[in-house]
């Protein structure tokens, strides 16, 4: 079927599945009629910048962005690894972002500065169809002040509904209230910022539509604590750490019109029959409820608090009403670990044994691993694993070499493998590697550390992969030379390589990579100046000069912008001598 026969109004509609950047590449200048497509008719922009060379970023920014600006509904923009400060370079490239006037969605990924994001929350004051707002993985150093001007500025947002406000602040981990009252917020999610139970009621009053509230860390509750109704709350997602359990319970009290409840709890525990109590008389409308506790029992008997704990979690209430199901692992003879079954049990250092207690059939006790999508012991594989257990969904494992023979039968599939991460590489264990790639056909990310006690292992860049894009080799136990840098930029396993972390100890290194690795777009490198002698190649006014001695970081980048292309943005790593990141 010839494309061009479909009529504008299925090309419309298919255009909105598409991320923008993806349809100026495949649409762009075939031919009139797709350049008025663009340009003319569509009207539901939705561009991700997250993963993006820097020379398609800036086509798009200089070619496209003023003529659809007005068209734009999200907007995805990152200071990640993957494009190191993109969100400066973007805003040099606009005026304001209150030319984006239908922008409904704004997200913002690893911003560092309070002045930047102060500056774009002024400019979407004035965006009356902005509803939902991201701060992802941002971090700014200690400042009261400019943390409740920040606050204050998303409170004045006039139609924000939604806020994922995942900031950290250097020194700083109570929460900062809002001293403006929103008329649009429903839903916020908040980390790092720890609440006294009281302060919930407090945001309420400055947030009086508010019906989510996400990720709440409740660290303590007063004595002189007074419940107020909170009727219009349906979902709550919060950690408690420490306080009085009993004024925990009369907060739950007044939230007659709770739906949705996700609670953990890390201090004295609530057992079924209690939770039975609560949701029986005071949350009548919970459809769903996941609870996490860890406990300490000083207690000889642990395997009778554990019977005990886990059969209060047998009633009808939980098996026959609600098919709300639970898992209980105790470690080293001391923890006790209680989650419902619907959280994923992602490994981190529980062990596998016969002790894991469950209240659901036997027959569904498959689902206990079958959600596992994160495994992050390495060593899990090398103790007794019982012989009916599968991982079946995994998406992040760390495995340390060698693979032992049994490990194929406990995960007989890795079709949802996105990251890898390997620990003590040998070259003697390179099978094992590509047999992993080659099992792993959705891989993406590849990290890897050889064994510290040997000599450089280069056997790994003989596997091949035709899935992985992004391969940390920063941790390798190993300091790459020019030599091996260029037989690794020239390696079968490098030659869709597109994101690379990696030590040098010769800054010329740099040139030789990003001059061989076509496909590369984003570069994470750093060296040991006290290792090596540095010498860096520079050419000015046709004369060469070579530094032998060692140069600081600021010297290094000044090099660099002479040598690499002019589109390059090179970015000195904050916190890290000699760390340095290329965005291509």
């Known amino acids: 079927m010839n494309l061009e026969l479909l009529p504008n109004e299925m090309f419309l509609t298919l255009f909105e599945y598409f991320n923008g ?21 569509f009207r539901f922009y939705c561009f991700k910048f997250q993963s993006i060379s820097k020379r398609n970023f800036d086509m798009i920014c200089q070619q496209h962005l003023p003529f659809i600006a007005d068209r734009i509904i999200t907007l995805h923009l990152s200071n990640s690894y993957d494009t190191p400060n993109q969100i400066n370079l973007f805003r040099s490239y606009i005026s304001s972002f209150n030319q984006f006037t239908r922008l409904q969605s704004l997200k913002l990924f690893h911003l560092n500065s309070h002045q930047t994001l102060l500056k774009i929350l002024t400019e979407c004051r004035y965006l009356n169809n902005l509803t939902d707002l991201n701060l992802h993985s941002c971090s700014f150093q200690n400042d009261q002040v400019v943390l409740q001007s920040i606050v204050d500025q998303i ?67 007063n004595d002189n604590y007074i419940a ?19 004024k925990l319970i009369i907060f ?18 609530i057992d079924g029959y209690q939770w039975e109590k609560i949701i029986r008389n005071y949350l009548p409308k919970l459809k769903t409820f996941k609870l996490k506790c860890r406990m300490t029992f000083i207690e000889r008997n642990l395997k009778k608090q554990v019977d005990k704990l886990i059969n209060s979690f047998r009633t009808s209430f939980w098996i026959d009403e609600h098919k709300w ?47 596992t999508t994160k495994i992050y012991d390495m060593k899990l594989f090398n103790q007794p694993i019982p012989s009916h ?16 023979d049994k490990f194929w039968f406990i995960v007989p599939s890795l079709n949802r493998l996105r990251s890898l991460n390997v620990s003590s590489y040998a070259d003697s264990y390179q099978l094992q590697l590509q047999t ?36 940390h080799l920063g941790n390798y136990n190993h300091c790459f030379n020019k030599e091996q840098c260029i037989t690794l930029s020239r390696s079968p396993l490098m030659v869709q390589c597109e994101v690379l972390s990696i030590e040098v100890d010769d800054p010329e290194c740099i040139i030789n990579l990003i001059k061989n690795m076509t496909h590369l777009r984003s570069l994470y490198v750093y060296w040991d100046d006290k290792k090596n002698s540095l010498r860096l190649f520079r050419t000015t ?11 600081s970081t600021d010297e290094v980048i000044q090099c660099l912008k002479v040598r690499l292309p002019s589109r390059c943005s090179i970015v000195k790593v904050l916190d890290y001598t000699n760390h340095i990141h290329i965005w291509i």
Do not use: M
């Not at 898992?327 to 670990?337: A, V």
């Open 541 to 551: 006014n046709d004369v060469e000069s070579y530094y032998r001695n060692s140069l």
């Open 21 to 41: 950047i993806d349809l100026f590449r495949a649409f762009y200048n075939l031919n009139y009629r797709f350049n008025n497509l663009l340009y003319k008719q």
């Open 325 to 371: 199901f639970f898992r209980c692992f105790t470690y080293r003879k001391l923890f006790i670990h209680f989650y419902t079954l619907s959280h994923p049990l992602d490994y981190h250092f529980e062990r596998i044994d016969e002790k894991c207690k469950l209240t659901c059939p036997q027959e569904d006790y498959h689902q206990v691993f079958n959600n």
């Open 155 to 221: 409170w004045s947002l006039p139609k924000l509904t939604n806020c994922y406000f995942d900031i950290s602040i250097a020194r700083q981990h109570s929460v900062c209230l809002p001293k403006i009252i929103s008329s649009s917020l429903e839903c916020i999610t908040i980390f790092y910022h720890e609440f006294e139970i009281n302060q919930i009621n407090q945001l309420l009053e400055y947030t009086p539509r508010l019906k989510r509230l996400l990720g709440c860390y409740l660290t303590s509750i």
């Open 252 to 269: 739950l009290q007044n939230v007659p019109n709770l739906c949705h409840l996700d609670i953990n709890i890390f201090t004295e525990r």
């Open 436 to 471: 992993l790639l080659d099992r792993a056909s959705h891989l993406e990310t590849l990290t890897i550390s050889q064994d510290g006690s040997l000599s450089v292992q280069l056997s790994l860049l003989k596997c091949t992969t035709t899935s992985v894009r992004r391969f």
């Open 228 to 246: 107020y109704p909170l009727p219009t709350l349906i979902d709550l997602k919060i950690s408690f750490y420490s306080g009085d359990i009993s």
């Open 389 to 404: 257990i599968r991982f079946l969904n995994i998406k992040y494992l760390h495995i340390e070499f060698p693979i032992n």
